[in-house]
């Protein structure tokens, strides 16, 4: 069965999405720690991050780089903070969390509400700050 990740690569559901190629796609995370957090999907369904063939593992930390450099951009943050946690969807990804304080990136911390138009803004001015 196709995981939300797979759905979302075939634009079977909606996405804010930030940027994409052939081997891997990024968006706005929908339960954001912090405002930016943003996830990083190879399109290729693998569950496990290390089950990924090496030419992916070496490229996605490249492709996360492009993100990353456009989140410092867009929001205000000390770092952007990757983490690989992989247990609430059974396909490989990358967490992009922009943070000032490591505690910020605690997956245990109460997620952001964020309204349909802040998420489109947030997107947009990412989208931006690629170029």
Do not use: W
């Not at 797979?6 to 079977?12: D, F």
């Not at 991050?49 to 456009?70: G, H, M, P, R, V």
């Not at 989140?71 to 922009?98: F, Q, Y």
């Amino acid at each position: 069965m196709a995981t939300i990740f797979t759905k979302i690569i075939n634009k079977e559901i909606p996405s804010y999405t930030i940027y994409e190629n052939e081997n891997f796609i990024s968006f706005l995370d929908i339960n954001p720690l912090t405002v930016g957090h943003c996830l990083v999907v190879p399109k290729n369904e693998t569950d496990y991050i290390f089950d990924l063939d090496e030419i992916y593992l070496k490229e996605i930390l490249i492709f996360s780089k492009k993100i990353s450099s456009a989140l410092i951009k867009t929001v205000d943050c000390l770092r952007i903070g990757v983490s690989v946690v992989g247990l609430e969807v059974p396909h490989a990804h990358l967490h992009l969390i922009p943070f000032k304080k490591e505690i910020e990136m605690n997956f245990s911390n109460k997620r952001i509400k964020m309204t349909n138009d802040e998420f489109k803004n947030l997107q947009n001015q990412i989208v931006k700050n690629l170029n």
